[in-house]
């Protein structure tokens, strides 16, 4: 069974940095796409990044391109977000997820979730 295990999130001041990462076990995990996704309190989750299995293709939202960067690194089984110029709208619950058929945007295609990590940014 696939597992994935997120670090990174706390708290930071508007226009501060952020580094999370996913580690993933039990499969190999080159074979999987690799997402990002986000729930604050009372919204539901949105997509944030995702990139395919060997980081040829790489998709943000709109809303954190250009601040957010999205890599991985398949010898360690992990994925990383970059999160830069951060805002207090970016606020949430951030969640890892892996899709073993392509690279997406749409949660109901991720197979496999993280249990998520708070990242909290102040005004």
């Known amino acids: 069974q696939v597992q994935l295990v997120e670090s990174g999130g706390g708290l930071v001041q508007a226009g501060g940095s952020l580094r999370l990462s996913c580690a993933l076990s039990g499969r190999t995990f080159s074979s999987y796409a690799m997402g990002w996704f986000r729930q604050a309190p009372g919204k539901e989750r949105e997509f944030v990044a995702a990139?395919?299995?060997?980081?040829?293709?790489?998709n943000y939202a709109d809303s954190v391109k250009s601040r957010f960067t999205i890599s991985r690194d398949n010898a360690k089984n992990a994925v990383y977000l970059q999160m830069n110029s951060l805002k207090p709208e970016d606020t949430a619950v951030y969640y890892c997820?892996?899709?073993?058929?392509?690279?997406?945007?749409?949660?109901?295609?991720?197979?496999?979730w993280g249990q998520g990590t708070q990242v909290t940014v102040s005004s």
């Open positions: 997820a892996a899709d073993k058929d392509k690279i997406g945007t749409r949660t109901s295609s991720y197979d496999y």
């Open positions: 990139i395919s299995w060997f980081g040829r293709i790489i």
